[in-house]
């Protein structure tokens, strides 16, 4: 059985360009989040076009598979840059993605940008997406520690996004997995993951009751610690299976 929330608020913005989104079909379901970029609507109007896409699709076609989760990465990306040729936006309309897809067996993931993606089985981490960003290559490089990554001056200059030119495929995808009782996931947008390090989600994902339960729990370390310091627009999923 899946159970799931989401939740999605401006922070201390007058406007919200994020967009989470699920489709559930019996064991089968799809669950996504996309982090708008470009100001003025432009990043609100991407993040919606990239995920409405995929969540139709999924409801009528869709299916468990790596193929099929490239595509879609794939055909939304098309479908973005076309859009922004009809409007004259050229690379003004960019989104994060990420999307989560499972079936009575199998869980699968890809992503792009810096939105993320959390696992976790019998409530312990065991793996998050990385982001595509510069701070997140420092990181990795070992010029900074992981940590820093969320007050590095460059957390927001990302690397990969939906709505720029790709001259190879830009996302990730990753190996798909076992589902299992007792696994949980967490997709969240930047606006979260920046106020709510590892060790307050674990906290909260182990006295969670409920998805939703977990989430206010999250809402409420992100408030404490982002308000007043520019919090974004912050939005999540939270999946129990």
Avoid at 94 to 108: E, I, Q, Y
Avoid at 159 to 184: C, K, S
Wanted: hydrophobic share 40%; with cysteine.
């Amino acid at each position: 059985m899946i159970r799931y929330e989401m939740l999605s608020k401006p922070g201390e913005l007058c406007c919200n360009e994020d967009f989470v989104g699920a489709s559930v079909r019996g064991e089968a379901a799809c669950f996504l989040l996309s982090d708008g970029i470009g100001g003025t609507g432009s990043g609100q109007e991407a993040s919606r076009l990239v995920s409405e896409y995929i969540i139709e699709d999924f409801r009528l076609h869709g299916e468990v598979s790596v193929r099929y989760l490239r595509k879609r990465f794939e055909e939304s990306q098309k479908r973005l840059m076309d859009e922004q040729a009809s409007r004259g936006k050229v690379f003004q309309m960019k989104a994060t993605l990420v999307v989560l897809l499972l079936d009575a067996h199998t869980a699968l993931w890809g992503h792009i940008g810096n939105s993320r993606l959390y696992y976790y089985r019998n409530k312990a981490l065991r793996r998050r997406t990385f982001d595509h960003s510069v701070s997140q290559m420092l990181a990795s490089v070992g010029a900074i520690a992981a940590e820093e990554i969320r007050r590095h001056a460059d957390r927001n200059r990302l690397v990969r996004v939906m709505g720029t030119d790709w001259e190879l495929p830009r996302y990730q995808v990753g190996e798909p997995i076992e589902r299992m009782e007792n696994i949980a996931f967490l997709l969240c947008s930047r606006g979260l993951w920046e106020w709510v390090d590892e060790a307050a989600m674990k906290r909260a994902v182990k006295k969670a009751r409920s998805p939703r339960d977990w989430l206010e729990k999250l809402e409420r370390e992100a408030v404490k610690n982002g308000l007043g310091q520019g919090l974004d627009n912050y939005s999540a999923i939270a999946v129990f299976c």
